[in-house]
């Protein structure tokens, strides 16, 4: 069992940055692949940045590629997601997600454990 506890969203003018963090409990977070996905009023949710478990290999959606990045920390069993550049566009509810495997996911479906969100707005 992974519970996981995100912080670090606020509100933040266009052209600024935010860190979110994500708090794993558990043992096995060495072991787990954990992934962020933001979710908008209105749509669905959506994929946005992942990282597997050696911290390796990360994947990002094409809207974030250059301005976010995924990173994590073992000793703190923590992932974070360095949003820099950010848009009114990014406005959206942040959720950090885990799932058990050795590579990421872009698709939500594939993740087993979910966070309660941290909400991000950006004003223009």
């Known amino acids: 069992q992974v519970q996981l506890v995100e912080s670090g969203g606020g509100l933040v003018q266009a052209g600024g940055s935010l860190r979110l963090s994500c708090a794993a409990s558990?043992?096995?977070?060495?072991?787990?692949?954990m992934g962020w996905f933001c979710q908008a009023p209105g749509k669905e949710r959506e994929f946005v940045a992942a990282i597997n478990w050696s911290g390796g290999s990360t994947y990002y959606a094409d809207s974030v590629k250059g301005r976010f990045t995924i990173s994590r920390d073992h000793a703190k069993n923590t992932v974070y997601l360095q949003m820099n550049s950010l848009k009114p566009e990014d406005t959206a509810l942040y959720y950090c997600?885990?799932?058990?495997?050795?590579?990421?996911?872009?698709?939500?479906?594939?993740?087993?454990?979910w966070g309660q969100g941290t909400q991000v707005t950006v004003s223009s």
């Open positions: 558990g043992r096995t977070f060495l072991t787990y692949v």
């Open positions: 997600a885990a799932r058990r495997g050795y590579s990421g996911s872009y698709y939500s479906d594939d993740y087993d454990y």
